[in-house]
């Protein structure tokens, strides 16, 4: 734990220090994305004292229920993220093409060089009952030279990003991030407004008895992953089973406590889903930067995410991340050794 007095600002400042040809258009963005999230903190801990629960009655483009927090959190980043005047161009789960953000819009602001894509608001289905939510952002230079963005600078391999990170609404706001030299996690002190560092380079435990995974889809999994979940769950010391099943079907959350304390969290394909439910951009990728990071491990039980081709903007993709043997093991299993 960090007794030192940093704020998440001092920190970005810091780490953009570490880069000799940063222009710091990043550590403002950083920096506008937190802001954007204290505000959504404020009203995710509102909601149900303001007419932000329930369901607005729209589907997103996976055919989704629209939550009107979803909205919310969607509308907030998009135009923090627009007067931040460091975006071509910003790719959202809410929004089934990317928005290119054209410099005329921001006047005399610096040039645009960056693209983002984030879940606005990661475990909706949550909301209502009070289990923590969060956002998912991960940045990326743009590729083509000038103007607004355009879908190449928004399709690129994860390997490429820039920085990635989340924000966690639950007992406290929490933000973790990384720009590329380690993982930090800061967690919000409402009385100053400020995210102060809890956490500097966040090692995630090399193996753990922990496996996170929806085990109501166990009928529709191939035989290797369902003789690995009946191992975890064997009791067998030698081979220290059994785990302990943790799930709260908010990825953020679910991978927030496995960064910490280690583990497995698993989303595979099925027979239903052959690529699973999550999204390569805004919920894989920035979440395997930041897991590989912190020493773990992320693939879609056999590539590296970080290095799976996006075809498209809402690309869906199996995904097992956390505790590098955890994740080892669990493809061996997959691949029938
Ligand atoms: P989102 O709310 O952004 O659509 O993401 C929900 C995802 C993810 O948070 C979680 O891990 C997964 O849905 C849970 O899915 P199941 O309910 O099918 O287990
Ligand atoms: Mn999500
Ligand atoms: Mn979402």
């Known amino acids: 734990m960090n007794k030192k007095f940093i704020t998440l600002y001092r920190h970005i400042i810091d780490e953009e220090r570490k880069y000799p040809d940063a222009t710091g258009q990043l550590s403002d963005?950083?920096?506008?994305?937190?802001?954007?999230?204290?505000?959504?903190?404020?009203?995710?801990?509102?909601?149900?004292?303001?007419?932000?629960?329930?369901?607005?009655?729209?589907?997103?483009?996976?055919?989704?229920?629209?939550?009107?927090?979803?909205?919310f959190a969607h509308d907030m980043l998009v135009r923090a993220m627009?007067?931040?005047?460091?975006?071509?161009?910003?790719?959202?789960?809410?929004?089934?093409?990317?928005?290119?953000?054209?410099e005329k819009f921001m006047g005399e602001r610096p040039m645009s060089k960056y693209i983002i894509h984030f879940d606005p608001l990661d475990g909706s289905s949550n909301i209502d009952a009070n289990i923590s939510i969060g956002t998912i952002f991960s940045i990326y230079k743009r590729t083509t030279e000038s103007g607004p963005g355009t879908l190449e600078d928004c399709l690129q391999l994860g390997t490429k990003q820039v920085a990635a990170g989340y924000i966690i609404y639950g007992s406290s706001t929490i933000?973790?991030?990384?720009?590329?030299?380690?993982?930090?996690?800061?967690?919000?002190?409402?009385?100053?407004?400020?995210?102060?560092?809890?956490?500097?380079?966040?090692?995630i435990p090399k193996r753990a008895k922990t496996y996170s995974i929806n085990e109501g889809n166990y009928s529709k999994w191939d035989s290797g992953l369902k003789e690995y979940v009946d191992d975890l769950k064997s009791a067998n010391k030698d081979t220290g089973r059994p785990y302990s099943a943790r799930y709260v079907g908010s990825l953020v959350a679910d991978f927030h406590?496995?960064?910490?304390?280690?583990?497995?969290?698993?989303?595979?394909?099925?027979?239903?889903?052959?690529?699973?439910?999550?999204?390569?951009?805004?919920?894989?990728?920035?979440?395997?930067?930041?897991?590989?990071?912190?020493?773990?491990?992320?693939?879609?039980?056999?590539?590296?995410?970080?290095?799976?081709?996006?075809?498209?903007?809402?690309?869906?993709?199996?995904?097992?991340?956390?505790?590098?043997?955890?994740?080892?093991?669990?493809?061996?299993f997959l691949a029938g050794k």
Not at 38 to 51: C, H, M, P, Q, Y
């Open 29 to 71: 963005l950083l920096a506008d994305i937190a802001l954007a999230c204290k505000v959504i903190s404020l009203e995710v801990n509102r909601a149900g004292l303001i007419d932000i629960m329930g369901l607005t009655g729209t589907e997103n483009v996976h055919g989704e229920q629209v939550k009107k927090l979803d909205e």
């Open 82 to 102: 627009k007067v931040s005047g460091h975006l071509c161009a910003i790719a959202s789960e809410e929004s089934e093409d990317f928005i290119p953000v054209n």
């Open 175 to 203: 933000m973790v991030y990384t720009s590329g030299k380690g993982v930090h996690g800061f967690t919000l002190d409402p009385t100053v407004g400020e995210f102060l560092l809890f956490y500097e380079n966040i090692q």
């Open 257 to 332: 406590r496995n960064l910490l304390y280690g583990g497995i969290f698993m989303y595979p394909g099925d027979t239903k889903n052959p690529k699973g439910k999550l999204r390569l951009l805004y919920e894989a990728n920035p979440l395997a930067f930041i897991v590989e990071q912190a020493g773990g491990r992320a693939t879609n039980g056999k590539e590296r995410i970080l290095e799976i081709v996006p075809l498209d903007l809402h690309q869906k993709t199996p995904l097992f991340i956390g505790s590098e043997e955890d994740v080892l093991e669990a493809e061996r």
